[in-house]
C-alpha cells in the first residue's frame, strides 16, 4: 500500500479525547506528502544534545498530557520568557514516512502568523527526540465549550465563535495558499480559561491535513478528514480550499442547534448523503435562530463549490453585521445533544483508531 497506508495508518485520527466523538474520524485514504523512503528530519530545527530542551526551556515537570509516543509539559523559554507548551515526541518507533507528515505539519503552522491560529514559536531535535514550542491556550477546546453550555450556544456566541474561525480560514486561504482540510470544534481552542466569549480569543490547531493549493484551480486531490466535516466534493478527483467552508458551516450548524446536519455509521454513505441531501433548518432547535444565520448556514454548505461562499465572502455576510438578540427561553433551548451522542455511538462501531496515536502534531495529544 505505500506511503499512503503508513501515513493513514498513523495519523487520520486526532485522540480518543471525549470519548466516542473523538474517534468518529476518517476511514478514507490519508494524504501523501513524500515519497516513500524519502529521507526525512526536520531539517534547519536542530539543537546538539548538549543544549537540548532542559537548556533552553524552564520545564514544569508536572505534565499536561501523555501518550505512547510523546510527553506535553509547560514551559518557560529562558532567552525570551514566553511561556509556551512543549510537546516532546519520541523518535524511537517512528517510521520515515510518519516523520515526513509530522515535519510537514510544524512547516506549515510554523509559517502562519495571525492572531487565530495557534503558533508554533520554535521546533527542534535532539537524536531521540522532537520538541516543539506552542502558544499557549488554557480555555479548553470549543467542543468542550459547547458541551458545557448545554450543548449548543447563543447565536451572539455562536457569531463569535465563527467569525474568528472564518477570519483564520480567510487568512490560510488569501495569505498562504493552504487548506486546513479538517476544521472542527476540537481543533478550536479557546485562548482563556473561564472567560465569557465576548472575551475569548479562538485558535485554529491541527495542521496534519494541510496542504497548499493553486489559487483559482481545484488542486487537492486526497480524501482526508473528519467525515462528519468533510465537504462532499473531497470524494472527487481534484477539489478546491471552498471545503474549508463547508467544514466551517456544519461547525456553525452544530453550534447553533446541538446538531450536525448529516450523520450516518458509514463514512462513504455520510459523504453521499451530504452530496444530495438538503439541510434541514427546521424544528424546535432551530425556532430561535435568526434568519440571517439560516442564510449564511445555507450558502456556506451549498452543495457545488462553485455556489459555496468564499471565506472572504462569508465574512461579509449581513449576519455577522448584525447584533444577534438573545433566544426567547435560552436555558431551556432544545438542543440535539442526545443524536449527537447516539450518532458518535454508531461511529464507534467503524473499527481500527489506532491512527489516534501518532497525531502528536496537533496542540494535544
Known sequence: MGAATSVQ?????????????????????????????????LGHRT???????????????????????????????????????????????MDQDVLAFLANEIAIQEMCDHPNIARIYESFEDPAEIHIAMECCDGGDAFDYLQAQGG????????????????????????????????????????????????????????????????????????????????PETVRDFYCEKCDVWSCGVALFEFLSGDVPFSCTSPQKLLKMAAVRPINLSGSEWDGVSSLAKALLRRMLAK???NRLSAGEALQHEWFREPAAPRVGEAGHPCGSGRIAQNLRDFSSLGDFQKAALRLAAYRL
Open 9 to 41: 495508518d498513523a495519523a487520520v485520527c486526532c485522540g480518543a479525547l471525549q470519548g466516542l466523538r473523538k474517534q468518529a474520524n476518517s476511514m478514507l485514504p490519508a494524504p501523501t506528502y513524500l515519497q516513500r523512503g524519502a529521507k526525512c528530519t
Open 47 to 93: 539543537a546538539n544534545t548538549n543544549s537540548g530542551l532542559i537548556r533552553l526551556y524552564e520545564v514544569d515537570e508536572d505534565t499536561l498530557g501523555k501518550g505512547s509516543f510523546g510527553v506535553v509539559r509547560k514551559t518557560v523559554s529562558k532567552k525570551t520568557g514566553t511561556a509556551c507548551v512543549m510537546k516532546t515526541i519520541a523518535k524511537h518507533g
Open 152 to 231: 449548543c450556544l447563543s447565536e451572539p456566541d455562536a457569531k463569535i465563535m465563527i467569525h474568528e474561525l472564518l477570519q483564520a480560514i480567510f487568512y490560510l486561504h488569501s495569505v498562504q495558499h493552504v487548506a486546513h482540510r479538517d476544521v472542527k470544534p476540537e481543533n478550536l481552542l479557546l485562548k482563556y480559561r473561564g472567560a465569557p466569549m465576548r472575551d475569548q480569543v479562538v485558535k485554529l490547531i491541527d495542521f496534519g491535513f494541510a496542504q497548499s493549493f493553486e489559487p483559482g484551480e481545484s488542486s487537492l486531490s486526497e480524501v482526508c478528514g473528519t467525515p462528519i466535516y468533510m465537504a
Open 304 to 306: 457545488e463549490p462553485g
